[in-house]
């Protein structure tokens, strides 16, 4: 029998294991030891233990940016080449369970992004814990690699905690388009640090709901969430959001500049979206306010209320459309995409402002995508901010406008 390239390497890791493998001359007992280790490398192969997959992404941008966004250097021109996400991931399933671990390499640095055991009970519903993403915000939730900007909105990035430790539950409804998310997590976002004054847990409670009429090129989503979050006593951190270029010299959106930082006992967010699908068009907008509870009753940031709002709208030239799950109520990228381009524009307000501090930041985004296949996307985005409110020139002196280009290379495996 001629031997397979699979049982020649077992074969050399037989007699590695046994001294006695080849001095013994008897080739049908060497062949008696292939076939019993061919058998147990099936059964792992068949073992849903070892049903693994891995991938990734690589995500490298240019940032050129000047203005408002480069205040510190009297508004001159800067720019960067960085890599902006480095991820690789594995999942595995077995059974009514899964699992998925999410690492992030930067330069001589790596991070733990998501960790997550589930469960999935055969009426639908599924419950999670680890490191996980928080249910907030249709952009928020939106992948990376599958944005259609380079930068999320001011919204989602101010409002957002992304990934914390917790454990949720959620479920949907395909007889009625209904599907609701709810968990707990450990409140270490926005300054907190997960423990109060007396070293205490603080938590951050968090709920979401939608509604979707959901058929291919044909969508209607309806949501909203709302999140209550212990602070501990912590301070508020002050710079709520960059301006929608990453590698700026200064963060536009800030409560505190002109003034100063406040503690809280709690913070409360909610938010509204919208979207709506006709073949290769989309539109999505929100709408999201955050409540302030101070410690001190008497700071005049007790009770301040900041909100902001994100429209954005995609087309895709080649009549593509994007993909709506239903399940976890986003859209994701078409499908064996290929050769074909997207245009993409967004409005994104957001006032931090009170009577005497903060900054009001609008942004203006128009940008375009060419998928040259589902795992390799060019994107270029061109943004400009304004820049208003009564930290303005304590901020950013006389650049109370910035220009900015974004541009990246992504690739998926």
Do not use: C
Not at 97 to 113: M, P, Q, R, S, Y
Not at 203 to 229: E, K, M, Q
Not at 286 to 315: I, K, M, Q, T, W
């Amino acid at each position: 029998m001629k031997a397979s390239n699979t049982q020649l390497a077992l074969a050399t890791a037989a007699a590695l294991a046994s001294g006695s493998a080849f001095a013994d001359s008897d080739t049908q007992q060497l062949q008696q030891q292939l076939d019993a280790l061919q058998k147990e490398v099936d059964s792992l192969k068949g073992n849903k233990a070892f049903d693994l997959e891995f991938g990734g992404r690589v995500q490298l941008d240019y940032n050129y940016f000047n203005g408002a966004y480069n205040a510190n250097n009297d508004g001159d021109a800067g720019s960067d080449f960085f890599p902006r996400r480095i991820r690789t991931y594995v999942e595995s399933e077995h059974g009514n369970w899964d699992h998925k671990l999410l690492l992030e390499f930067g330069e001589g640095t790596a991070e733990i992004v998501l960790a997550r055991v589930r469960y999935a009970f055969d009426n639908g519903l599924k419950i999670k814990a680890g490191k996980i993403r928080e249910d907030m915000s249709l952009n928020a939730l939106t992948s990376s690699k599958h944005i259609n900007t380079i930068e999320r909105s001011t919204l989602a990035n101010t409002f957002s905690p992304f990934f914390r430790w917790g454990a949720s539950a959620y479920q949907y409804f395909k007889d009625t388009g209904l599907r609701y998310a709810v968990g707990v997590y450990k409140n270490d976002a926005f300054g907190a640090s997960g423990h109060d004054e007396d070293d205490q847990l603080t938590l951050a409670f968090t709920g979401r709901a939608t509604w979707s009429s959901a058929a291919p090129g044909d969508v209607i989503h309806l949501g909203a969430w709302h999140s209550y979050r212990d602070m501990g006593g912590n301070e508020l951190s002050p710079r709520f959001a960059r301006g929608e270029i990453r590698e700026t010299n200064v963060r536009l959106l800030d409560y505190a500049v002109g003034g100063s930082t406040v503690a809280l006992n709690s913070m409360s967010q909610s938010g509204l979206e919208f979207a709506y699908q006709a073949d290769s068009f989309t539109l999505e907008a929100e709408y999201a306010s955050r409540y302030l509870d101070a410690l001190d009753s008497a700071n005049p940031l007790d009770g301040e209320r900041f909100d902001g709002f994100h429209v954005s709208a995609s087309y895709f030239l080649g009549g593509e459309q994007r993909q709506y799950k239903a399940g976890s109520a986003l859209f994701v990228q078409p499908k064996g995409i290929k050769d074909t381009w997207e245009l993409v524009g967004r409005i994104s307000k957001m006032d931090a402002t009170s009577s005497t501090q903060g900054t009001e930041v609008t942004t203006y985004t128009v940008g375009t995508s060419y998928y040259l296949s589902s795992n390799i996307k060019f994107m270029g985005n061109l943004v400009y901010s304004d820049v208003e409110g009564p930290g303005t020139t304590t901020l950013v002196g006389d650049e109370d406008d910035g220009l900015g280009l974004a541009a990246r290379i992504q690739y998926l495996f």
